[in-house]
């Protein structure tokens, strides 16, 4: 019995340790070094004035994933009309396009740091995304799928719309669109509601 009183317990310090937050200036260094280490070696980084410009489009659905005292994640999301996505060459559409727009919040990045993958920090990013999208009214998460990551998207209940993103779009070989329905926080769900599951980032597998 002694083995799962451990486990629990580093369970709890792990969650302890974990923390999402808004985006400060400070972060940026570090949101820079790790969507280059993501993305750089399949020709999609953006850069860091690419990254801040999106962010500074939306910065209520922006995040930073800490463990610790480290920066070791961040999601940049932005509402933006279902069934489109951003043009990567154009940066400054980003605040026009937010400020008309709702219903769909577009998961345009998600990264978690190489070494801490596959240990469900994209998923409690993503839970996060899901109850800020709920407590939004927002009715779909969309994404674009890149870098053969539609298999890890499908997996968690978003479904692909073929053809939208064609080929040339700057995304990559193989970039799929995809959504998922969002369920809205109801009167005794309150703001941390949970994202509809289905049966079943420009984004990262972690």
Request: positive net charge; charged residues 20%; hydrophobic residues 40%.
């Amino acid at each position: 019995m002694a083995e799962p009183v451990r486990s629990t317990a580093e369970r709890a310090r792990h969650e302890a340790a974990v923390r999402i937050r808004p985006i400060v200036e400070g972060d940026w260094d570090a949101i820079a070094e790790l969507e280059r280490d993501a993305y750089g070696s399949i020709g999609l980084s953006e850069g860091r004035a690419a990254l801040q410009a999106r962010a500074n489009a939306s910065p209520a659905t922006c995040f930073t994933l800490d463990l610790g005292p480290r920066t070791v994640g961040y999601v940049l999301a932005l509402p933006y009309p279902a069934f489109h996505y951003p043009v990567l060459e154009r940066t400054g559409e980003a605040a026009h396009t937010v400020l008309q727009t709702a219903g769909n919040l577009h998961l345009h990045d998600i990264v978690v740091a190489g070494p801490l993958r596959r240990r469900g920090l994209a998923q409690h990013l993503l839970r996060h995304l899901g109850r800020i999208a709920g407590a939004r009214g927002d009715e779909r998460i969309s994404l674009v799928s890149v870098g053969g990551s539609e298999g890890f998207w499908s997996a968690r209940g978003f479904v692909p719309h073929p053809r939208i993103v064609p080929a040339g779009s700057g995304y990559g070989v193989g970039a799929v669109y995809m959504s998922k329905p969002v369920r809205a926080p109801g009167p005794s769900s309150g703001p941390r509601s949970a994202p509809r599951r289905d049966p079943a980032m420009h984004h990262e597998v972690n």
